[in-house]
């Protein structure tokens, strides 16, 4: 569980949010929408305690090793020497040590995530081939890897294409329906409806909790549908 308390957020002096109460429930697929500038990937930050609050407080009922995240700027130097495998492999440094503690099962989590996102023909390939998508496909192989309970996820389908789209999004449903917390933020309409099981809305420096079902988002803002504002 999340849950925000009296949270006000300010990002360059400008206010995001204001006096927010907010609980998100383990468990839930959110998808997380609003316009550009809104503050999205501000409030991702927020809840992973990257970004101070102005005021109240956010409760985290997880810890480092129970989260992964994906943030919108790839954090990966693609001119780096390493292949997409030992890229990959990474994602298991912060729970398990380097090369050397790493056994068979870890590097059988590694193929099966690999093949999940449709890259295991460029196990061996450097990441300066990869194309923009093929490395979007790897930095979500990557967050799978780690088997966290909770996943974050910051325009994760940026630079890719609808099939690629879909496989990511049919991983993450999976991951849900297996009681994964997913909060994702997302712009197609269609695709919160599609896989989200509510809404985190930002408008007018609120986050409006609704239902992922309404036909625009703006729907979410409008009493008396909403479910809850904080």
């Known amino acids: 569980m999340i849950k925000f308390e009296n949270v006000s957020l300010y990002r360059s ?3 995001l949010l204001k006096y927010c109460d ?3 429930e383990q468990g ?4 997380l929408t609003g316009d550009n500038g809104s503050g999205k990937s501000s409030v ?10 102005s005021s109240g407080s ?3 009922e997880f810890s480092h090793g129970d989260y992964s995240y994906l943030p919108q700027k790839k954090q990966l130097d693609t001119q780096f020497p390493m292949s997409v495998e030992q890229a990959v492999m990474t994602g298991l440094w912060s729970q398990y040590g380097a090369v050397s503690a790493l056994d068979s099962k870890h590097f059988e989590r590694i193929n099966q995530a690999l093949h999940d996102v449709g890259i295991a023909h460029l196990k061996r390939a450097s ?4 194309s923009g998508g093929q490395l979007q496909r790897l930095l979500f192989a990557r967050m799978l890897v780690q088997d966290a ?3 974050l996820l910051d325009e994760p389908l940026a630079a890719i294409d609808q099939k690629a789209q879909t496989i990511l999004l049919d991983i993450l449903k999976a991951k849900h329906q297996q009681g994964v917390t997913i909060i994702i933020t997302l712009h197609d309409v269609g695709l919160v409806k599609r896989y989200a099981s509510q809404q985190l809305h930002i408008s007018d420096q609120k986050i409006h909790l ?4 309404f036909a625009h988002s703006d729907d979410c803002c409008r009493l008396p549908m909403r479910l809850k504002v904080c």
């Open 13 to 15: 002096q400008r206010c």
């Open 22 to 24: 907010l609980t998100i």
């Open 28 to 31: 839930g697929f959110y998808a």
């Open 44 to 53: 991702l930050k927020a809840v992973l305690g990257e970004l101070g609050l």
């Open 58 to 60: 956010i409760i985290r």
């Open 127 to 130: 990441i300066n081939q990869l």
């Open 149 to 151: 309970s909770l996943l």
């Open 210 to 213: 609704c239902n992922a079902d």
